[in-house]
């Protein structure tokens, strides 16, 4: 597969230029701990279990701690963050100084850089991306675009845990529907009942799992003799036709409809004016996604588009904004990578 040479030619370019003036700063994994401790110093960013603001080091006998000047109590400096148990703080640093400037960063690449194992970069790359999604959802509402991930079709050909076996990458989202007909029991009204009549069987048995109460993807599957993977691919297609929605703590629920046919009719305008100007960006995305990474699995589409946020907002991100968003973040662990999933309706920022 042929892809263009260009942007990745620049991309790779503008590594090499800044990866010798990150090593001159960071040469090893100790200096990056003391880089790491002392940004934590001098933007306050460091407090003790007593409330009190670290702006001093004092430093203790154990590695990534400090005692607290107030209490005495050791303050373990890189807990509740995603640098807890982190090593290779170098390769983790040299990827943040790297998207902070404008690069984007393949777990290919920094392994090579960092001297890490593939496996490694890739959680880095991923936990970075996730802090950046975590900052999006911060921002504004009306700075998001939403994006059916389908647009992104052509860039799902990685496989991940929610890929079925023996099928393209693509059909996490894409598997083809059966022609049967619904259950004319269930009571369903306009556009809702055209959608469930499309409906596969394994699709329509979900839905008539999911009420207005809140349901985990877990209890789902407790109910249904069909396997978790085909669980989580009807749990999309359902989330894409707008018959469930997302709710907190990986639950799903009936789409609500407390507004009239003209309200809806306003909104669905709404989301297509929004579609056709978010397509130049969606469009760049792709080509810039395609010519880097080559590819991507649809499970972490969102964190890759945050990364992607990254790299074109120059006026919202840098080096220090970013090290200080991770700083700042809570702890992400390799389980939470691994669970991740991203929403069926993308979200892509917008900027000046």
Not at 135 to 151: H, L, N
Not at 206 to 217: C, D, G, K, V
Not at 322 to 334: D, K, M, S, V
Request: aromatic share 6%; with cysteine.
């Amino acid at each position: 597969m042929q892809f263009s040479g260009e942007e990745r030619d620049a991309n790779l370019e503008l590594i090499e230029k800044l990866w010798p003036v990150f090593e001159a700063r960071i040469p090893d994994d100790a200096a990056a701990m003391e880089f790491v401790l002392q940004t934590l110093l001098t933007s306050s960013a460091l407090h003790c279990q007593c409330g009190t603001t670290v702006k001093k080091k004092l430093r203790s006998k154990k590695p990534r701690t400090l005692i607290c000047k107030n209490c005495k109590k050791e303050i373990w400096f890189t807990a509740r963050t995603p640098f807890k148990r982190a090593e290779r703080l170098k390769a983790w640093l040299g990827a943040i100084y790297l998207m902070g400037h404008g690069a984007i960063v393949t777990s290919n690449k920094l392994a090579e850089l960092g001297g890490t194992a593939i496996s490694t970069a890739l959680n880095i790359v991923r936990t970075i991306g996730l802090v950046l999604e975590n900052e999006r959802q911060k921002e504004k509402a009306d700075m998001s675009i939403e994006v059916p991930s389908k647009e992104f079709d052509s860039l799902f050909c990685r496989r991940s845990l929610l890929t079925l076996p023996k099928v393209h990458p693509s059909t996490e989202i894409n598997d083809p529907k059966a022609n049967v007909e619904p259950d004319t029991n269930q009571k369903q009204t306009g556009a809702e009942a055209d959608t469930v009549e499309q409906l596969s069987e394994s699709e329509l048995e979900i839905l008539e799992l999911i009420s207005n109460e809140p349901i985990t993807a877990d209890q789902i599957c407790q109910r249904t003799t069909q396997s978790a993977s085909a669980v989580a691919s009807a749990l999309v297609m359902l989330e894409i036709e707008g018959l469930i929605q997302s709710q907190p703590g990986g639950r799903f629920s009936r789409r609500s409809d407390n507004s009239d046919n003209e309200n809806n009719h306003d909104k669905k305008k709404t989301r297509q004016t929004n579609m056709a100007a978010a397509m130049p960006l969606v469009g760049r995305a792709i080509d810039s996604t395609r010519s880097i990474r080559g590819g991507i699995s649809r499970k972490y589409l969102q964190v890759y588009l945050a990364a992607i946020w990254c790299q074109l907002d120059r006026a919202r991100w840098n080096e220090e904004k970013l090290l200080l968003a991770f700083l700042r973040a809570p702890e992400i662990t390799y389980q939470d990578i691994l669970n991740y999933e991203s929403p069926a309706i993308a979200s892509m920022m917008t900027f000046s």
